[in-house]
């Protein structure tokens, strides 16, 4: 699953349910394994929509991508958008826990920035899919 959406809280909270529903009808993933992975997900979407392009004109868009390994298990769920790093604000107490929130829910987290704008890989290691999903998996909806 793979797409280019609005970097706007609208546009990630409506991805959020979608991943959501996805994850459960695809790939059958249970309820706790879902959750970790929607809300790290929504996270970094969140990111993007509200840090990422503050001082950049529009179009702001963010990309989504949902990777499955059937025979490994790995799940893998990278957000990526073309605005600017910014460095967390400690003085702000709301903020500022995003990062560390991913890093809790995934078993691994890589968050890359450059000029052209930041990548947030997360990947979950053990997430066995129900036998009688395996035939609907990524690649029936890969550009959607």
């Given at each position: ?17 979608d ?12 309820a ?7 809300l ?11 840090h ?41 107490s ?8 991913m ?9 890359n ?7 947030a ?24």
């Open positions: 699953m793979r797409s280019q959406f609005a970097a706007d809280l609208s546009a990630a909270t409506a991805l959020r349910s991943l959501d529903q996805w994850l459960y009808e695809a790939l059958g993933l249970p706790a394994i879902r959750y970790d992975v929607v790290a997900a929504y996270e970094a979407m969140a990111n993007a929509a509200l990422a392009y503050r001082d950049v004109a529009p179009p702001r868009t963010m990309g989504v991508e949902v990777r499955y390994d059937a025979t490994t298990g790995v799940l893998a769920v990278t957000v990526t958008d073309h605005g600017r790093w910014r460095e967390q604000d400690t003085t702000d709301g903020h500022g826990r995003g990062i560390t929130l890093r809790g829910l995934a078993d691994r987290l890589s968050v920035t450059s000029l052209n704008g930041t990548r890989e997360m990947t979950w290691t053990s997430c066995p899919i129900q036998p009688e999903r395996s035939s609907t998996l990524l690649d029936d909806t890969a550009g959607k």
